[in-house]
Structure formats: structure tokens, C-alpha cells
């Protein structure tokens, strides 16, 4: 137990003020200017969003370079999950933008005759992007998207993890944008924490469950509004009616895509024990056609991304031995070679209770697969755990499909494929319990940004609602009566 300090007695002297918050300048900088940025039309914001989307395609290679120096990214990859997610959103969001900054006409009840009404949106101030290490350009990038259409002041902390990145990211900002508009930050927890400090309008903070605990607590202390997209164990049922080759492809790409460093990634599989051994087979086909195309091993392939550090690979290392401790069978994969922060893609089966694989996210390249007889043997064992942010489900059953997505709670969903749900700019995406609040990408990332301020405009001197002002007399008590019971 630590000691509890004594107030200071009058023979201490007078006591020193508390040190101010180190960024404390930049955040007034920003909140000086936020209304200016609130202030700007369609035209000001698309033209703030036109400069990044053109600075993405001249800066291509550097940000293949960038990505491929933290955790040796693939290039496609980097295109096909950094930049062109990115795009997506840039183009989604400036194509919507007019009609979202529109004011939305509502309609009026009978007992608000004579009254017109509106939602406005604007924009909530100056807001904190708190992004992670796994996708570290696309999901500091999109938020950031979301925020500038909202017309918001902005901060990014990106994650110290992948330093190049981080590094390129600040060259973004530095060449695109003001300091009092948009400034970035860089280091590590406790930078992150003295930010929290500060009192932000709106908080979005991408990574675990855990650190999101810390952020939620810290918004609680300004009552700032707060996104949190964070993760959790995401199922992937293949039932007995699923096209298994096809299911195979889809999930090693889903699973393996980032090296399993993918917050919506299928973390385990529950398979219908009749087709558990013929689905395994596709999935080592699968592994091998993408990883291992020539022959020359897997841990050659250019098409395969690296743990990010030593540190979690460690982990992952340390999950894969406790399953292999407690009986597990390794039926594809398995190597590890701490020198290159490689883990193979490996198939775990025979996985008992208990095992620490099947309790915490894996966030890597290691996937269980658990079997079932019933489908509503899987909707117990989801349920029965924290919701997850994704579930998917492989299925030519109708009936199943639906069974499945109405009867287990998750974040967003994908039938008959896995992963590309985040990326479609019509999609709310977020959690739901432990895997998240509030939600991202598009209309709702824009929302989530905005204050919707509702609007009612009464006509000057109209009576309507004065009549049931006090004093309540029988007259005044009987229209109340007729309003209650009526409208």
C-alpha cells in the first residue's frame, strides 16, 4: 500500500502549481480555430480532402516504403488495405459531402402546429485521433477523413510501434495541413496520456479493449465524446451446406491478410464435425497456393507480412506452446523464427478448454478450429463470451445464415466472406460491448465527428401550445387531458 501524502501546513510554504500540460499550446491553437473551420462550406472541406487524396497517389512508393520498413508489408498489400481503403473512403465521403452538411427538414405533430423543425449538424470542436499500430496509415487516415468533412480541428498520436510510418505521416500533415488545423504527435504511453488529459470534444481510439478502458475512463473526466473501435475473438462458422473450397480461400485471406494482425480477422473457426476434415484439406491447399506457390517455402514468400516487433511475437509464440502443451495438434504450420519475427500460418485442431488461445485475441497468424454437431451449439459458445467485433458465416443454407446473424451480437458481419465489410464506405463499422463504441467509416464516421443539433422555429405570437400554460385551470387541465389522450 503507498503512503498518503499530508496537505501542506503553513510553515511549508505556498504550494507550486501543478506543471502545465506539455501540449497544451498546440490544443489552444487548434481550439482558437475551430470555428473558423466551422464556419467553412462543401467547397473549403472537399478542397482539404482533394489535397490528401492527391498526396496519396503522388506518395504511393513512399508509403510502400514505409510500411514494408515496419513489419515488411507486401506492397499489393499496402495498396489494397492502406491506400485504396483510404481512397474509398476520400472518394465516398466527398461525393456525400453536400448532402450531409445539409440541413434535414423533420416533420411536425399535430400538437406542434404551427412550427417548422430541423436537424443541423456541426461540427463538435477539436478532436484526438488515437491510432494503432496494425494498419497504421489506413486507420489514422480515415478517421481523419471523417473529421475533416465534419469540420473539425484534429490531433493524431499514431502508434510508436511502426516508426516509419509515424514518420511519414507527420510529413503528411506538416505538407497538407496547418498546425492549427491538423497536427500530429508522436511517442508513446505517456504521451498518450498527457493528451488524454486534455479537454477534447471528441476522442476516436483505435486498438484493445484494455488500453480503451484507460481512454474511456480519461474522456469520462470532460465528458468527451468517444469512438472506440477495438477488437475481440471473431467467430467463423462454416456449416455442412458451405462451398469449402471456396470458404477455405476466403478465410486463409481474411486470416492471414497482415499476418493475422487484423482486428476483424476470423480469430477462430467452428467447423460442422461432418465437414471438418475435408475443410482442413482446402485450407493447407489454400495456404500453400498463396504462401507457397514455387515451392520454396513459405517463409520465403513476398506475399506474407511479419509480426511488427519481437515483443509480440513473443506472445503469440507463448500462445502457440500452451496450446501445443495442452494436447493441441498442429495440422498445418507451426514454425517460428524469432530472428525474422516469422510465425507460419497454422491450423490448430483438437484445442481443449482452457487452452489461453481460445481466451485471448489472437491478433496473429494462429487459428483454431473447434467443431460442432447443432447450430445451436455455436450461438452458445459465442454467446457465452464477450461480443465479438465480426462474426462470418459460410453457409448455401438461407435458414442457417440468418439463424446465425439474428441469434449471435457482433460489431458488423460477413456472409460467405470475411474481412471486406470494413472497407465498404454504406457500412457502419465498430463494435458492440467489449469490441467497441460508436461508429466509423462514411455517414457515421461523419456523425460520429458531428453534433446533430435539433432545431425547432415557432411562429411569433402564435398561441398553440400557450393555451396550456398555467395557471391549470379545469379549461386549461381539460386540453391537457385531450392532448394526453389524443396525440
Known amino acids: 500500500m503507498q503512503p498518503v501524502a499530508s496537505g501542506p501546513s503553513a510553515a511549508s510554504g505556498p504550494v507550486a502549481p501543478a506543471p502545465a500540460n506539455a501540449f497544451q499550446a498546440q490544443f489552444d491553437a487548434l481550439r482558437r480555430h475551430a470555428p473558423a473551420l466551422r464556419r467553412e462550406g462543401v467547397a473549403e472541406r472537399r478542397a482539404r480532402l482533394q489535397k490528401l487524396s492527391d498526396w496519396l497517389h503522388a506518395n504511393r512508393t513512399a508509403i510502400h516504403e514505409a510500411l514494408h520498413a515496419d513489419f515488411r508489408k507486401p506492397s499489393a498489400e499496402t495498396d489494397m488495405t492502406e491506400i485504396w481503403t483510404s481512397l474509398v473512403e476520400l472518394n465516398h465521403t466527398s461525393k456525400h459531402l453536400k448532402q450531409w452538411m445539409a440541413r434535414r427538414r423533420v416533420g411536425t405533430s399535430l400538437a406542434l402546429l404551427g412550427t417548422r423543425s430541423w436537424v443541423q449538424v456541426e461540427p463538435k470542436g477539436v478532436a484526438l485521433i488515437i491510432s494503432p499500430w496494425n494498419y497504421p496509415f489506413y486507420l489514422a487516415v480515415g478517421p481523419l477523413i471523417s473529421a475533416i468533412a465534419a469540420g473539425n480541428a484534429v490531433v493524431i498520436k499514431p502508434a510508436e510501434q511502426t516508426p516509419a510510418t509515424s514518420a511519414l505521416l507527420q510529413r503528411l500533415c506538416e505538407e497538407l495541413f496547418r498546425p492549427e488545423e491538423v497536427v500530429l ?10 493528451l488524454l488529459k486534455l479537454p477534447w470534444d471528441h476522442i476516436f481510439f483505435t486498438g484493445s479493449p484494455e488500453v480503451g478502458k484507460i481512454v474511456m475512463r480519461a474522456a469520462a473526466e470532460h465528458l468527451s465524446g468517444l469512438t472506440l473501435e477495438l477488437g475481440g475473438k471473431n467467430p467463423a ?18 486470416k492471414f491478410l497482415n499476418n ?3 482486428c476483424v480477422a476470423p480469430d477462430y473457426l467452428l467447423v460442422q464435425e461432418s465437414v471438418q476434415p475435408a475443410l482442413l484439406v482446402e485450407l493447407k491447399a489454400a495456404i500453400e497456393r498463396a504462401y507457397n506457390p514455387d515451392g520454396a517455402g513459405i517463409q520465403h514468400s513476398e506475399s506474407l507480412a511479419r509480426v511488427v516487433n519481437h515483443h509480440h511475437l513473443a506472445r503469440l509464440a507463448g500462445l502457440l506452446e500452451d496450446a501445443r502443451t495442452r494436447g493441441a495438434t498442429v495440422a498445418a504450420g507451426g514454425t517460428v523464427d524469432a530472428a525474422q519475427n516469422y510465425i507460419e500460418p497454422t491450423i490448430l485442431t483438437n484445442v481443449p ?20 454437431k447443432t447450430l445451436s451449439e455455436t450461438t452458445e459458445y459465442v454467446n457465452a463470451r464477450l461480443k465479438p467485433l465480426a462474426q462470418y458465416v459460410f453457409s448455401n443454407n438461407a435458414e442457417n445464415r440468418r439463424y446465425l446473424l439474428d441469434n449471435i451480437s457482433a460489431g458488423g458481419a460477413g456472409v460467405n466472406e470475411t474481412v471486406l465489410h470494413f472497407a465498404h464506405p454504406e457500412l457502419p463499422t465498430g463494435g458492440v460491448g467489449n469490441s467497441g463504441l460508436g461508429k466509423a467509416h462514411g455517414h457515421a464516421g461523419f456523425l460520429a465527428f458531428s453534433n ?3 432545431v425547432m422555429r415557432q411562429r411569433v405570437g402564435f398561441t398553440g401550445i400557450k393555451a396550456m400554460y398555467p ?10 387531458s385531450w392532448l394526453v389522450k389524443y396525440l
Not at 511517442?187 to 498527457?194: C, L, Q, R, S
Not at 395557471?471 to 391537457?480: A, F, S
Open 185 to 194: 504527435i508522436q511517442g508513446d504511453k505517456e504521451v498518450a496520456t498527457e
Open 237 to 254: 462458422v462454416v456449416d455442412e451446406t458451405a462451398n469449402l473450397r471456396d470458404a477455405a480461400e476466403k478465410i486463409v485471406w481474411g
Open 260 to 262: 493475422g494482425q487484423t
Open 353 to 372: 478448454a482452457g487452452a489461453r488461445i481460445l481466451e485471448e485475441e489472437i491478433f496473429g497468424p494462429l487459428l483454431p478450429v473447434l467443431t460442432f
Open 452 to 454: 446533430e443539433k435539433g
Open 471 to 480: 395557471p391549470y385551470t379545469p379549461k386549461v387541465r381539460k386540453l391537457i
